[in-house]
């Protein structure tokens, strides 16, 4: 996930709410860093730099843009879209800071300076893009494209990519429907904040813990319950209360919720953290039905304003798939394939489970990682458990970073003298052969208030000046393992291991970036092509040669034995058409939201028009009170609105991308050169073209149906 920020406010705004002049020299923001490389200086931020860069920044890209708008030359790339690109470097850099920092830390303070300059932000993005002079240049530059022969293809794709920026924000727009859209613009901005931070507090909010005895821990492995007891310690005490060993908390968060579904031997404390988790923004003080319901319908305004018949149409016009019906038909070819083989798994699931449960036993979503668990261990006597001595912290991350020096030639080299905004964070300066290409923040553990999940995002994009200087990018993954308790080493499971290549796929295209231009550098691609390079490197989570160079058992040291291997392949295939309608689950509601054509109402029933969207992918009834909506901050809060079929779309990139590798071995030196490319192109050239180059074909689902073993 990526956040972006435009800019440009109204005189009245800045004078409500800019920082003093004077206050702008002394703001570690707004001044050239001191720290190694630039980076930026978190050893010297206070909250409030937070808020007066953003303001100064806001400023001095007001003056840039103005200096843009008030020349008398005539329009050209340089003088306009370069210069354009180029606006905005101390508000980009105040604005990457504060979003980052307070997604992964949660503090209060920060989030308040959020809320705060959010809407400031919306209307500074929407002013630049209805700026009528500005406007009027870039369309000029634009409509002269073809008389230019001396452009490189890279400017003539900001050009063209510029252009339509401006076209899908509104400039093109005129009298009541440009007013209209920069409300709606503000509107919007303020709704997705909202909803994103009822999610972060709905999650650490009192209520969505489980309060658990000792006598109910039965088929929890020591490293949860150590964790449980811990959360509970820490809990009791904060209140104040004497802390008598005998209670345990599990939360809603992946490291405690993820292994309590799957090994709790208690039916009924499942079922009960089940619903927690999956209706903590429905209904009380973090309640977000209304909000995602005002969302789709100002981004349905929008996009009639458009002259499009819904916002699916609006939004995929960019992508790969281009159109609503693209991505329908490409969910519906995954289903045809995925749905026997579904029914199948639980068929047999529920029939395992009655042999213990009995007869009359029916399999609930609180069963399914429980039971699927259990029959894998005995048809495989695979648990993911029996992989996670192989898969030390420190050691995985030796192995997940030397992928890159198999592949690319990457090599990672910790500075402690680069400041970090929390002590877990660590940064690495990356160097290709001699040359550093950027710096990595990697912060891994989880604490109280970060944001659950994980995510790859930048402090600083990658670009290069007139003469070829480069500044290099400030790229940063986050993830939630558990921290060690006392001086326990941290073990991974497979699926964090295969969280931790995944995100770090996202940071080698931060890292790879090669343009000149920041707004086509790394990860600004099309969203249907971002998640390529990140599930791309899933693939090395099965292979042995890759295995071998880090996954040792961390007390004998012996190497993870390829029968332990096969296993979590034969494993992992048999759930695999589960995890494909799962996700196509979230495809199918994503459309559903955004091909709407008339406004959803107040009265809207959320969980019938969830439990509607999802019918042809259902894999368990609906169960009352519990659905993903008001909490999917993907489609909502995030950049995936009518965009979530993208990781399908991706996983079908993915596979068959690394089948090239497979043809040519995992490492091949002539194959990763030409993946390379894609990696350091970013939004240079159109997606297609970059993958057609690298594989000589258009992607098809078949690599995608032979890896999750449908097909031969």
Same mark, same amino acid.
């Given at each position: 996930?990526?956040?972006?920020?435009?800019?440009?406010?109204?005189?009245?705004?800045?004078?409500?709410?800019?920082?003093?002049?004077?206050?702008?020299? =002394? &703001?570690?923001?707004?001044?050239?860093?001191?720290?190694?490389?630039?980076?930026?200086? $978190?050893?010297?931020?206070?909250?409030?730099?937070?808020?007066?860069?953003?303001?100064?920044?806001?400023?001095?890209?007001?003056?840039?843009?103005?200096?843009?708008?008030?020349?008398?030359?005539?329009?050209?790339?340089? &003088?306009?879209?370069?210069?354009?690109?180029?606006?905005?470097?101390?508000?980009?850099?105040?604005?990457? =800071?504060?979003?980052?920092?307070?997604?992964?830390?949660?503090?209060?303070?920060?989030?308040?300076?959020?809320?705060?300059?959010?809407?400031?932000?919306?209307?500074?993005?929407?002013?630049?893009?209805?700026?009528?002079?500005?406007?009027?240049?870039?369309?000029?530059?634009?409509?002269?494209?073809?008389?230019?022969?001396?452009?490189?293809?890279?400017?003539?794709?900001?050009?063209?990519?510029?252009?339509?920026?401006?076209?899908?924000?509104?400039?093109?727009?005129?009298?009541?429907?440009?007013?209209?859209?920069?409300?709606?613009?503000?509107?919007? %901005?303020?709704?997705?904040?909202?909803?994103?931070?009822?999610?972060?507090?709905?999650?650490?909010?009192?209520?969505?813990?489980?309060?658990?005895?000792?006598?109910?821990?039965?088929?929890?492995?020591?490293?949860?319950?150590? =964790?449980?007891?811990?959360?509970?310690?820490?809990?009791?005490?904060?209140?104040?209360?004497?802390?008598?060993?005998?209670?345990?908390?599990?939360?809603?968060?992946?490291?405690?919720?993820?292994?309590?579904?799957?090994?709790?031997?208690?039916?009924?404390?499942?079922?009960?953290?089940?619903?927690?988790?999956?209706?903590?923004?429905?209904?009380?003080?973090?309640?977000?039905?209304?909000?995602?319901?005002?969302?789709?319908?100002?981004?349905?305004?929008?996009?009639?304003?458009?002259?499009?018949?819904?916002?699916?149409?609006?939004?995929?016009?960019?992508?790969?798939?281009?159109?609503?019906?693209?991505?329908?038909?490409?969910?519906?070819?995954?289903?045809?394939?995925?749905?026997?083989?579904?029914?199948?798994?639980?068929?047999?699931?529920?029939?395992?489970?009655?042999?213990?449960?009995?007869?009359?036993?029916?399999?609930?979503?609180?069963?399914?990682?429980?039971?699927?668990?259990?029959?894998?261990?005995?048809?495989?006597? $695979?648990?993911?458990?029996?992989?996670?001595?192989?898969?030390?912290?420190?050691?995985?991350?030796?192995?997940?970073?030397?992928?890159?020096?198999?592949?690319?030639?990457?090599?990672?080299?910790?500075?402690? &003298?680069?400041?970090?905004?929390?002590?877990?964070?660590?940064?690495?300066?990356?160097?290709?052969?001699?040359?550093?290409?950027?710096?990595?923040?990697?912060?891994?553990?989880?604490?109280?208030?970060?944001?659950?999940?994980?995510?790859?995002?930048?402090?600083?994009?990658?670009?290069?000046?007139?003469?070829?200087?480069?500044?290099?990018?400030?790229?940063?993954?986050?993830? &939630?393992?558990?921290?060690?308790?006392?001086?326990?080493?941290?073990?991974?499971?497979?699926?964090?291991?295969?969280?931790?290549?995944?995100?770090?796929?996202?940071?080698?295209?931060?890292?790879?970036?090669?343009?000149?231009?920041?707004?086509?550098?790394?990860?600004?691609?099309?969203?249907?092509?971002?998640?390529?390079?990140?599930?791309?490197?899933?693939?090395?989570?099965?292979?042995?040669?890759?295995?071998?160079?880090?996954?040792?058992?961390?007390?004998?040291?012996?190497?993870?034995?390829?029968?332990?291997?096969?296993?979590?392949?034969?494993?992992?295939?048999?759930?695999?058409?589960?995890?494909?309608?799962?996700?196509?689950?979230?495809?199918?509601?994503?459309?559903?939201?955004?091909?709407?054509?008339?406004?959803?109402?107040?009265?809207?029933?959320?969980?019938?028009?969830?439990?509607?969207?999802?019918?042809?992918?259902?894999?368990?009834?609906?169960?009352?009170?519990?659905?993903?909506?008001?909490?999917?901050?993907?489609?909502? %809060?995030?950049?995936?609105?009518?965009?979530?079929? #993208?990781?399908?779309?991706?996983?079908?990139?993915?596979?068959?991308?690394?089948?090239?590798?497979?043809?040519?071995?995992?490492?091949?030196?002539?194959?990763?050169?030409?993946?390379?490319?894609?990696?350091?192109?970013?939004?240079?050239?159109?997606?297609?073209?970059?993958?057609?180059?690298?594989?000589?074909?258009?992607?098809?689902?078949?690599?995608?149906?032979?890896?999750? #073993?449908?097909?031969?």
């Amino acid at each position: 996930m990526k956040k972006l920020f435009f800019s440009t406010l109204t005189a009245m705004t800045l004078s409500m709410f800019a920082a003093p002049a004077t206050a702008s020299a =002394a &703001n570690p923001l707004v001044e050239s860093s001191k720290a190694p490389f630039e980076t930026v200086p $978190f050893n010297v931020i206070t909250p409030q730099d937070y808020e007066n860069a953003i303001m100064e920044g806001i400023r001095l890209q007001n003056q840039e843009i103005s200096a843009i708008t008030r020349q008398r030359s005539t329009p050209t790339f340089e &003088n306009t879209i370069a210069a354009l690109d180029r606006s905005g470097k101390v508000l980009n850099k105040a604005v990457l =800071a504060l979003s980052n920092v307070e997604h992964a830390v949660g503090d209060t303070v920060l989030m308040n300076i959020m809320t705060k300059v959010t809407p400031v932000l919306s209307e500074h993005s929407a002013e630049i893009m209805l700026n009528e002079p500005l406007w009027q240049r870039v369309k000029e530059v634009y409509d002269r494209r073809d008389q230019r022969n001396d452009l490189t293809p890279e400017e003539q794709r900001l050009i063209n990519e510029t252009y339509q920026n401006f076209v899908e924000s509104g400039a093109s727009l005129e009298g009541k429907d440009r007013e209209r859209y920069k409300t709606l613009v503000k509107e919007l %901005s303020d709704l997705t904040l909202r909803f994103a931070q009822n999610i972060t507090n709905g999650m650490k909010a009192p209520e969505r813990r489980l309060w658990v005895k000792a006598d109910q821990l039965g088929g929890l492995p020591e490293s949860i319950i150590a =964790a449980a007891r811990a959360e509970a310690k820490e809990m009791i005490e904060a209140e104040g209360k004497t802390d008598d060993g005998s209670m345990y908390v599990f939360t809603v968060f992946a490291p405690s919720y993820g292994p309590f579904m799957k090994y709790s031997t208690n039916r009924d404390l499942r079922e009960s953290l089940y619903r927690l988790y999956n209706s903590r923004n429905n209904g009380g003080e973090f309640d977000n039905t209304q909000i995602l319901k005002d969302i789709a319908n100002v981004r349905l305004e929008i996009a009639k304003i458009f002259g499009c018949k819904n916002f699916a149409e609006y939004q995929l016009k960019r992508t790969m798939a281009g159109t609503p019906e693209t991505v329908e038909k490409f969910l519906a070819q995954l289903n045809e394939a995925y749905n026997p083989a579904m029914k199948a798994e639980l068929k047999e699931i529920e029939d395992f489970a009655r042999k213990t449960e009995g007869a009359d036993f029916k399999l609930m979503p609180w069963d399914y990682s429980f039971w699927a668990d259990k029959l894998k261990n005995e048809r495989y006597a $695979f648990n993911d458990e029996d992989m996670k001595p192989y898969f030390e912290l420190n050691h995985t991350i030796k192995g997940v970073f030397g992928l890159a020096e198999k592949l690319y030639g990457y090599k990672f080299k910790e500075n402690k &003298n680069i400041p970090v905004y929390h002590p877990d964070v660590k940064a690495y300066e990356v160097y290709d052969g001699k040359n550093l290409i950027g710096i990595l923040y990697a912060d891994f553990y989880f604490r109280p208030g970060k944001a659950p999940g994980a995510w790859m995002t930048e402090f600083r994009p990658e670009s290069k000046d007139d003469e070829g200087k480069k500044t290099i990018p400030l790229i940063s993954i986050v993830c &939630n393992f558990s921290k060690p308790v006392g001086n326990e080493a941290v073990l991974l499971t497979p699926m964090e291991v295969e969280t931790f290549l995944h995100e770090f796929g996202h940071a080698l295209h931060g890292l790879s970036a090669d343009t000149k231009y920041s707004s086509l550098s790394g990860t600004n691609v099309y969203h249907d092509f971002v998640e390529l390079f990140s599930q791309f490197n899933e693939n090395y989570l099965t292979e042995k040669k890759f295995l071998d160079g880090f996954a040792k058992h961390y007390k004998t040291g012996k190497a993870m034995p390829q029968e332990l291997i096969d296993k979590f392949v034969r494993a992992s295939r048999f759930g695999a058409a589960y995890a494909c309608l799962r996700q196509l689950g979230f495809g199918y509601l994503d459309m559903a939201y955004y091909t709407i054509d008339n406004p959803l109402r107040a009265s809207t029933d959320i969980e019938a028009f969830e439990k509607n969207a999802q019918e042809p992918v259902r894999v368990f009834d609906a169960v009352e009170g519990c659905m993903s909506s008001p909490s999917f901050g993907h489609i909502f %809060s995030g950049g995936y609105a009518s965009g979530y079929y #993208g990781y399908k779309w991706a996983e079908m990139l993915d596979a068959d991308a690394f089948a090239a590798f497979k043809e040519k071995g995992i490492f091949d030196k002539a194959t990763a050169k030409k993946f390379q490319k894609m990696l350091r192109s970013g939004g240079t050239i159109d997606p297609m073209e970059l993958y057609i180059e690298f594989r000589g074909q258009k992607p098809t689902i078949d690599a995608l149906l032979e890896r999750d #073993g449908l097909k031969q």
